[in-house]
């Protein structure tokens, strides 16, 4: 009966006739009672409060005028056009803005009738508009519901051609709230409730929706937001718990001849504590009996190849096959190459399989590997096709983990009854927030420690007019026996733009360092697989001493006697990707450089990321800053990951919720792991409710 109340599809709401049934549920996603109900404001404004035309300036959040509107006007070409307006009052006059639903706007204002216009003053051609403004005419009646803490709702332009802007939103919740709200349920525990004294869920969508005061408001906001948070950690605890309940592990009882003859004879340097304490963290995992799913960060440099090396040794001693998975072929390449040499004493072969290995190659390949003569095997995605068969894979080691999604991880699982190891490895430092969301259900180490001798990377910012002191700084590295990396933009592979950027800066680049006495290498997207691996051994092995290429070489390479790299368009590149180009130097024990190149226009934003830069070589430092700068829905890796279409709750913002609602979620199923008891009832019906179909969460049941 409750349930069949609050899901009353929407058309049957007083004041939503069939035609904005349809566009509710098309542009706002509300085809129910308790959709509307569950669509929260994005922000409140004072509606009580009105500025004048003369007051207004372009940084201003919402605002709201009133006066009269003349002079409409279309503009453009089609596919360009543009309606404004003048909207004035007896202090000034300020320009409106429309780019769609251009033919009902045109005759929509009476010239001689006073409107309330409300809206976000921006800049346009020096001149300050209002885009989109919400507009209605003045009478007692719209007076009088201002209110000093109004909500405010997002909508499209066809839901407000139909009356249904922020304020008509408003009105439909206003019908809705009284008819509902004897049924709408409790969803947190009570005693979660009672211990954070967080309003009732009743109450607090009156609230949420009505304000009367900032603090009542910050009080269901909290709730809320608490509420979303818990059962997002609740569910990938629970999810967490399930897995290592229902699939054994493998154990790798005893340390042989490859982890100890590797370890005590042909290690290249000591490693440093950071590197033994996940290696130990590692070594519990595999001899725990469950399968371990663990994530390793650790900033660029840090040294996390080796340990997936030592891990792999831990398999083989054990009888198993080892697999070590890179996002690029060039990285898969690299990786062989450093394995085999380092290996090359304890005769382990080691195979490669990329998506340029012949189909000889690849069968002979696949042969030995289901046999189990091949005990180690790097490659791409390949690895992941059909057909690739183990005899016995005991640990899967992903590099870079944030081109991998889960469905990708969940493949490798589900090849053998017993699901082997997992140790994903990232040098994108995630803020911990995300840490705790995105792999809420992995364990984490961190490699917080460079090897010793390293000398923190110099980042300068330079532009155009210094190209000249540029160039004569390269050529003082390079007398000096360095190598410098000189990288472009190519946000887009096919953009053919970009590319021209790339072989203009090349040709320059030639012209400045020209044959005998230097050479200069190129990599792009475009090359064949086998002109970029030829270029790039070719700086590897220091024949050439410039590479002037683009992100193709952001992750993983490894060239210590490059020592400067320098970015082009740096203003173009984001955060973390900046950072780990920074990362491809100061990998030797000379002083290295990262000099960032912008142009002399920046935005506000770009200029913080390139400060941010120049200020600090701390990876996780960064990646907090980049998601203050552009929140979590951008940050490379979370795009794929629907974790993170949160409703309220702000994970760059609320990381004090996340952790509170990780430990309430942590304590509940400590206790009551299988939600049976009768106080979590409500928690235990909550999760089917919210999780029923993602498939992500399909093996909790
Ligand atoms: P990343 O964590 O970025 O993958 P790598 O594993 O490529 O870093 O290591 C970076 C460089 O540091 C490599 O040249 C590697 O040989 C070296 N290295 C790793 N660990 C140590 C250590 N403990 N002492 C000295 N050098 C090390
Ligand atoms: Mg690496």
Not at 262 to 272: A, D, E, I, K
Not at 610 to 616: G, I
Request: aromatic share 8%; proline share 5%; hydrophobic share 40%.
């Amino acid at each position: 009966m409750i349930q069949d109340l609050l899901n009353t599809p929407i058309e049957f709401l007083k004041g939503v006739g069939p035609k904005r049934a349809d566009l509710l549920k098309k542009d706002a996603g509300i085809f129910v009672f308790s959709d509307l109900l569950e669509f929260f404001p994005f922000r409140y404004v004072d509606r009580s409060k009105f500025y004048t035309a003369s007051q207004i300036e372009a940084d201003m959040p919402y605002v709201q005028l009133r006066g009269f509107i003349k002079g409409m006007e279309l503009h453009g070409v089609p596919r360009t056009t543009r309606i404004t307006a003048t909207f004035l009052d007896s202090t000034g006059r300020i320009q409106l803005v429309w780019f769609n639903g251009l033919r009902w706007i045109k005759n929509a204002f009476d010239p001689k009738v006073e409107y309330i216009v409300f809206g976000k003053p921006s800049l346009f051609n020096n001149k300050i508009n209002i885009v989109h403004p919400e507009i209605e005419p003045v009478t007692p009646g719209a007076l009088n519901q201002q209110s000093a803490m109004q909500a405010v709702y997002n909508s499209s332009e066809k839901l407000k051609q139909q009356g249904l802007d922020s304020r008509g939103i408003s009105k439909l919740l206003r019908v809705l709230l009284p008819q509902i709200s004897e049924v709408i349920p409790e969803t947190l525990p009570d005693r979660l409730l009672q211990g954070m004294r967080l309003p009732a869920r009743k109450l607090a969508f009156q609230h949420i929706h009505f304000p009367s005061s900032t603090d009542e408001l910050n009080k269901v906001v909290l709730r809320f937001k608490f509420e979303e948070l818990f059962y997002l950690q609740l569910s990938l605890l629970r999810y967490k718990l399930v897995r290592s309940e229902k699939s054994g592990g493998f154990v790798f009882a005893s340390l042989g001849d490859f982890f100890n003859g590797f370890y005590h004879n042909h290690l290249p340097f000591q490693l440093t504590d950071a590197q033994k304490r996940v290696l130990r963290e590692i070594r519990r995992d595999t001899l725990s009996g469950k399968q371990m799913n663990r994530l390793l960060q650790g900033d660029v440099g840090s040294g996390k190849t080796v340990v997936a090396l030592l891990s792999m040794l831990m398999a083989l001693d054990n009888g198993f096959q080892a697999c070590f998975m890179a996002p690029t072929e060039i990285l898969a390449v690299q990786h062989q190459r450093s394995l085999e040499r380092m290996l090359a004493p304890l005769q382990a072969s080691i195979g490669l399989l990329t998506g340029s290995t012949t189909a000889r190659q690849r069968k002979e390949m696949l042969h030995n590997l289901k046999q189990g003569a091949l005990r180690i095997i790097i490659g791409t995605h390949a690895l992941i096709e059909d057909g690739v068969e183990f005899h016995k894979l005991g640990l899967v080691v992903i590099d870079e983990q944030h081109r991998f999604g889960v469905a990708q991880r969940a493949a490798l699982w589900t090849k053998g009854k017993v699901p082997p190891h997992i140790l994903v490895m990232t040098a994108t430092p995630i803020p911990r927030t995300l840490a705790m969301t995105i792999y809420g259900d992995l364990d984490v180490s961190v490699i917080n420690e460079l090897p010793p001798g390293r000398k923190p990377i110099k980042t300068m910012l330079m532009n155009d007019s210094s190209r000249l002191r540029l160039f004569a700084f390269m050529r003082e590295q390079i007398a000096l026996g360095r190598q410098v990396y000189v990288v472009y933009p190519l946000i887009n592979e096919s953009e053919a733009l970009d590319l021209k950027d790339l072989t203009d800066g090349y040709e320059s680049i030639v012209r400045e360092f020209p044959l005998p006495q230097y050479a200069v290498s190129i990599v792009h997207g475009k090359m064949k697989p086998t002109d970029k691996d030829y270029e790039m051994q070719r700086f590897v092995q220091g024949q050439t001493q410039i590479m002037v290429a683009t992100t193709v070489i952001e992750v993983g390479i490894d060239v210590p006697n490059a020592s400067i790299m320098v970015i082009e368009s740096a203003e173009r590149f984001g955060l973390s990707q900046l950072h780990q180009l920074r990362g491809r130097v100061g990998r030797g024990g000379d002083q290295s450089y990262c000099i960032l190149m912008s142009s002399h226009k920046l935005t506000n934003d770009g200029r913080k990321r390139l400060d941010a830069m120049v200020r600090t070589n701390d990876g996780f430092e960064i990646a907090e800053t980049d998601l203050q700068l552009r929140g979590p829905g951008d940050l490379q890796g979370t795009q794929q990951s629907g974790i993170l279409e949160l409703k309220i709750a702000n994970l760059a913002k609320d990381e004090q919720i996340i952790k509170i609602a990780r430990d309430r979620a942590r304590e509940i199923l400590e206790q009551d792991p299988e939600l049976k008891n009768a106080e979590n009832q409500i928690a235990a019906n909550r999760m089917k409710a919210l999780f029923k179909d993602k498939l992500f969460w399909s093996q909790i049941s």
